[in-house]
């Protein structure tokens, strides 16, 4: 099962690294990775989905945990997250096939970033399902390039962790 | 106040009553060595002959005073150099603080000369490190560093600076402000929020729970781990398993945290454990290891360990929970607190028909005659000459093994050994820490031939500093355990461990200016030790053993603990 660990640590050179080399010593494999600075500019929020079992997951946690540049660790409830994917894709498009795609990109919520006479490049985010869904849709039109961010997450409601 | 970036260093040293540190110059370290030779009379500096036999000594000084090591190294090569020392200490918890220098801020980055990723480096191996390129945090790196390395389940760290921050002109604000008060220091406070730099208190209901388990057991049995050592809990222990009245077993990394001669030691567990201690854990009803992380020379087979039993985990650390053994109940806390809490609770229990089942399997302690030397009887030799408060440094290998058979170790600190990375060449480095942090004690090195070979050249630092330390090379000709697992699991195919070659130790030792003996019988190991005991320098003493000693018993990797590939005492 898929689950998703949130962890602030401390915006620092070094870090990532850190954290990264974590993960390939102890063996636990990364699905997605994505990192960014918070509103507190000291520190940056890194989103990790690893699909392990669970004791893998609670074992991630708490190695984490002991690392002095870490300040807190979530794993997120799977039903009450917000989780988001940004994906740009370019596809071959001519006269002929553009209104096809502009239809699946209304029903689907993408954005065209990008014409040429020969190509569009679209973006959208969404959750990595609904992401993929559309990047399943775009495969008949001949898809040049395919770049995801990995999912960032957030608790629904009020709460912080 | 304005003091030079150096001497800020040398005073959070001083913060941390820090008079001993081990290491080797070189280019990107010498403005601080230029600031130590301006601090040689408060700061004793232990120069070795390379730098892993610094980072041995400074690691075997902490295990042995309880106090954090400090080790010095350059940049390159010396930083690399120091990595085997690290991960030695790492894997044994021992806390240990190193300092390096990189080159300067201009140069980083370029491949200058001897540069290299010492934080990337060491990153791994370390609780925490940290790169240092701003002058003005020097005070809270180093005070963070001393309280990460010795505060919940210690470790060693690494501070890199850069040669540019160390520059004999840059002067930095500094306030001196002792170890035991810099916790209100606001990188610390930080880090405390985030981090119980303390150990974490143990939970009541998870105390009572185990108060209750231990109620309905009949067969108790008890894993002393090297939680015990490190956490000094060796007397809430001891009162703790007399209380139970149960058999305790030792690990190697829990040598010293139960008195060895107690009537309710079963002796090690596990790969090279006794027979009564690893019946006893195949039979007990109730598991309780204490500091111990069930390591794969302890728990080989994790599905059928302790298959009858209850298996309650008391750990330091919320990560060695469940990590290696699934356990039916555990307590996070330092073992003197938990055991502490339980004292109070526990009644005083007898299981006297448990005891009578597993205490005779215990094999007989005293050597047989032989007119060939045994492991055994060096040993004995040495457990009857030295003063009961020895502490013996070993290295790895079969000598490591018999030593803590046939040793006791009352204290913790009193057995020095590289349990958990198994690093051959630990042993002289670490006896050198210990001889310095402890001058008063006597300090015994066990070794192999193959061992003292790696960092036999560390004699000439037990000799330029007038140690006392008897090294005992347990001389079989051979790397023995990979021969004994050679002969048992290879077929006799002996590939590449046969060790007939020189150097002549009692030679060597001679040419280090140190005293030389060369024994064949028990009756020269008495009068070579006796002499090497008064001689009042150190003293290399070579056994010649018979190459196809074994260490009995032995259960293979990954088998269950009771099928022993060797019996204990069969030949």
């Not at chain 2, 209901?205 to 009949?218: K, P, R, W, Y």
């Not at chain 2, 079969?398 to 590289?418: E, N, R, V």
């Not at chain 2, 024994?519 to 001689?535: G, H, I, K, Y």
Request: proline share 5%; charged share 20%.
């Amino acid at each position: 099962m898929k689950q998703t660990i949130s962890v602030l640590v401390e915006n620092q050179a070094g870090v990532l690294n850190r954290i990264t080399s974590l993960f390939s010593r102890r063996a636990f494999n990364i699905d997605s990775l994505a990192v960014g600075v918070t509103d507190d500019p000291t520190l940056s929020r890194i989103t990790i989905i690893v699909d392990n079992g669970n004791s893998v997951v609670e074992q991630v946690e708490k190695q984490l945990n002991k690392l002095v540049e870490v300040i807190k660790v979530r794993t997120l409830d799977e039903n009450s997250l917000i989780g988001r994917e940004l994906m740009i894709i370019k596809v071959s498009a001519n006269k002929s096939s553009r209104e096809h795609i502009m239809t699946i990109c209304s029903i689907c919520g993408a954005k065209v970033a990008d014409i040429s006479p020969t190509s569009m490049t679209l973006e959208l985010s969404d959750t990595p399902d609904r992401v993929s869904t559309f990047e399943d849709m775009m495969r008949p039109f001949n898809i040049l390039e395919v770049a995801r961010t990995g999912v960032i997450a957030l608790q629904k409601g009020g709460g912080k962790i | 106040m304005k003091i030079r970036a150096t001497a800020a260093i040398m005073e959070c040293l001083l913060e941390q009553e820090v008079d001993t540190i081990f290491g080797y110059p070189g280019g990107t370290i010498l403005n601080l060595y230029d600031e130590l030779y301006r601090y040689q009379d408060r700061i004793r500096h232990v120069l070795t002959a390379h730098e892993q036999g610094a980072a041995h000594a400074a690691d075997g000084y902490a295990r042995s005073t309880g106090r954090v090591g400090v080790c010095f190294a350059t940049s390159g090569p010396g930083a690399t150099n120091l990595t085997t020392g690290i991960a030695t200490a790492h894997l044994d918890s021992s806390p240990v603080v190193f300092i390096t220098c990189n080159v300067g801020e201009s140069l980083l980055g370029k491949d200058s000369f001897q540069e290299v990723d010492t934080t990337g480096i060491a990153m791994p191996i370390t609780k925490a490190t940290y790169l240092v390129r701003d002058p003005q945090t020097i005070p809270d790196v180093m005070r963070q560093a001393f309280a990460v390395a010795a505060t919940g389940r210690p470790g060693p760290v690494l501070i890199d600076f850069l040669k540019n921050v160390t520059a004999p002109d840059v002067m930095i604000d500094y306030e001196f402000v002792p170890w035991n008060q810099n916790r209100a220091c606001s990188s610390i406070q930080a880090l405390a929020s985030s981090h119980a730099l303390k150990a974490p208190e143990p939970d009541q209901g998870d105390i009572d729970t185990l108060v209750d388990m231990i109620a309905q057991s009949e067969r108790p049995l008890l894993i002393c781990g090297g939680g015990v050592v490190r956490g000094k809990a060796d007397q809430v222990f001891r009162k703790f398993a007399e209380k139970l009245d149960a058999p305790v077993a030792i690990t190697v990394m829990g040598g010293g945290g139960f008195p060895g001669s107690h009537p309710l030691t079963t002796g090690m567990i596990g790969m090279h454990g006794s027979q009564a201690s690893n019946v006893a854990c195949a039979e007990c009803d109730l598991l309780i290891a204490v500091g111990c992380r069930f390591s794969d020379r302890v728990a080989l087979d994790p599905a059928t360990f302790a298959s009858q039993a209850k298996v309650v985990q008391i750990d330091i650390d919320r990560a060695e929970i469940d990590k290696n053994v699934l356990t039916d109940h555990h307590i996070i806390g330092s073992a003197k607190r938990v055991l502490t809490l339980l004292n109070e609770k526990m009644p005083q229990y007898d299981h006297t028909a448990w005891k009578e089942h597993i205490l005779p399997m215990r094999a007989p302690s005293v050597a047989e005659d032989s007119p060939k030397l045994t492991p055994q009887q060096v040993l004995e030799v040495i457990r009857l000459q030295a003063p009961h408060d020895t502490i013996v440094a070993t290295d790895v290998g079969q000598h490591q093994m018999w030593s803590i058979k046939y040793l006791h170790f009352d204290y913790p600190g009193q057995l020095l050994t590289s349990g958990g990375f198994g690093t051959m060449g630990f042993g002289l480095g670490a006896a050198i820490g210990a001889q310095m942090g402890n001058p008063d004690k006597r300090v015994v090195h066990v070794t192999g031939d193959g061992c003292f070979r790696m960092n036999c050249h560390e004699l000439c630092t037990v000799e330029h500093y007038g140690l006392p330390i008897i090294t005992v090379i347990f001389n079989n000709g051979t790397l023995g355990m990979v021969r004994q697992w050679q002969s048992l699991i290879y077929g006799k195919r002996y590939s590449e461990t046969t060790l007939d070659r020189g150097p002549d130790f009692v030679k060597l030792a001679e040419a280090y200016g140190l005293k030389g003996f060369r024994v064949t019988d028990r009756a020269e190991m008495e009068t070579a030790f006796a002499q090497a005991l008064a001689c009042g320098s150190g003293a290399v003493i070579d056994c010649v053993l018979d190459i196809d000693e074994m260490v009995r018993p032995m259960v293979a990797a990954g088998s269950p603990i009771t099928d022993f590939l060797l019996k204990e005492g069969s030949k």
